[in-house]
């Protein structure tokens, strides 16, 4: 059996700095891993998780992508190709969206833009909003306001009357 006569150098450790307050009878306290749920964790009860947030991230970055192509295609075409910001006007937007693939394209660049915007402001809502409550209603908010524009910015698109007087 080694004594502590038996402990050459170089099987001793010297603790240097902060490590050298802690011993076996006064050991380093324990820190919780940063992604360990608390009782005050949102969804801490619930036994089941889903991948919500990364089918959110995943759509974020496919959505972003698509939206740069339909964004700059759409720059392109309407400002470059088309003449630029003085042909735009009422009879301008008639005689496109007189046209299924504009009307398409509109209403794709409409729902992904709001999708997106409203995914990335929940997401920041999450963040910094610490109060439940608060959490709540700001969601609450923005999931309203996103649903009012879609509906209102399809039915729009769809219902469009280059007649009216």
Request: charged content about 15%.
């Amino acid at each position: 059996m080694a004594t502590d006569a038996d402990v050459t150098p170089v099987d001793a450790v010297e603790l240097t700095g902060s490590s050298a307050a802690y011993s076996p009878a006064d050991p380093a306290p324990v820190i919780e891993p940063p992604r360990a749920r608390t009782k005050r964790s949102p969804g801490s009860q619930r036994s089941t998780r889903t991948n919500f947030e990364l089918y959110g991230w995943l759509f974020m970055r496919l959505s972003g992508v698509l939206l740069v192509v339909l964004v700059l295609g759409h720059l392109l075409i309407q400002l470059v190709l088309d003449g630029g910001v003085t042909k735009v006007g009422f009879a301008f937007v008639a005689g496109r969206w007189a046209s299924p693939l504009w009307q398409g394209w509109d209403l794709v660049m409409l729902w992904l833009a709001m999708l997106h915007g409203g995914n990335g402001l929940r997401t920041v809502i999450n963040d910094y909003a610490e109060q439940p409550n608060t959490r709540l209603w700001l969601k609450t908010l923005l999931f309203t306001a996103v649903a009012f524009t879609i509906v209102l910015g399809s039915l729009v698109i769809f219902t469009f009357d280059p007649n009216i007087r």
